[in-house]
């Protein structure tokens, strides 16, 4: 007999016959359970990250392409005087984690040959992130998309699909119908496996100012450009 199984009745069948059906469904029922482990993963091995060749940069500096913006007329500003580390020329900043890799990179840009007085200025802000747990893809348009939902009285967004780049890709332009309004504001968004990227463009330009505004669609080719060389760089 068994361990653990019950004693035989004194007719000596009736016992067995218990037995025998207690295995049963307890056969079945562990069959039962394997196929709810099955169903909702239990037993399947953690799915690896589809990190697409990008790699983790302390610096997103180092591998952020700015050449279209300088052939556009813009050069970074000279901080170099400055004592404030936190005021430098371009800014940079990491995470490394289990989970999730971000890095940053801030770039204050001025038209080329600017004087003090000629007050315009553009900020490239560049984020990256290396998703190592969590696929971003089911979310990720949805993150844009939402831009659309965002109006006032004087701005709304468009939110348009981008192709050449990554998996997918996404712009998103402000539409600004204030009077005072001199400058663009506008995001490329990319999707490569489980890497996400965002490029940011924003430009101010005062009303004395001799250096015009670039357009949300000529800002778009620069981001464009940019990220396409940059999204190399990052996998070397």
């Known amino acids: 007999m068994p361990p653990g199984a019950p004693p035989t009745g004194s007719g000596g069948g009736g016992g067995g016959k218990g037995w025998l ?16 482990l099955f169903a909702t993963g ?3 091995d953690e799915t690896k990250a589809d990190l697409a060749g990008y790699r983790y940069w302390t610096n997103l500096c180092t591998p952020t392409d700015t050449q279209p ?15 404030s580390t936190s005021s430098s020329n371009p800014q940079h900043s990491s995470s490394e984690n289990v989970a999730l890799d971000s890095m940053t990179c801030n770039v204050d ?37 939402s831009y659309e939902d965002q109006k006032t009285s004087t701005y709304s967004y468009d939110v348009s699909p981008v192709s050449g ?31 996400t990227y965002q490029s940011t463009w924003s430009q101010y330009v005062s009303s004395s ?12 080719e620069l981001l464009k450009k940019s990220a396409g060389a940059t999204l190399e760089k990052m996998k070397e």
């Open 165 to 195: 780049l990554g998996d997918e890709a996404y712009v998103v332009k402000q539409n600004n119908s204030s009077s005072s309004n001199t400058g663009a504001y506008v995001i490329l968004a990319v999707r490569d496996g489980w890497m």
């Open 21 to 36: 059906w207690g295995l049963g469904g307890a056969v079945v029922a562990s069959a039962v359970w394997a196929g709810v």
């Open 109 to 145: 840009f001025e038209p080329s040959g600017s004087s003090s007085s000629d007050y315009s200025s553009v900020w490239l802000y560049t984020t990256a992130s290396l998703h190592k747990k969590t696929n971003p893809g089911p979310e990720f348009e949805a993150q844009y998309r």
């Open 209 to 220: 100012s001799s250096a015009s505004a670039k357009t949300p669609e000529e800002a778009t």
């Open 69 to 83: 913006f300088e052939d556009a007329g813009y050069e970074q500003k000279d901080e170099s005087g400055s004592t």
């Open 42 to 44: 239990g037993f399947e």
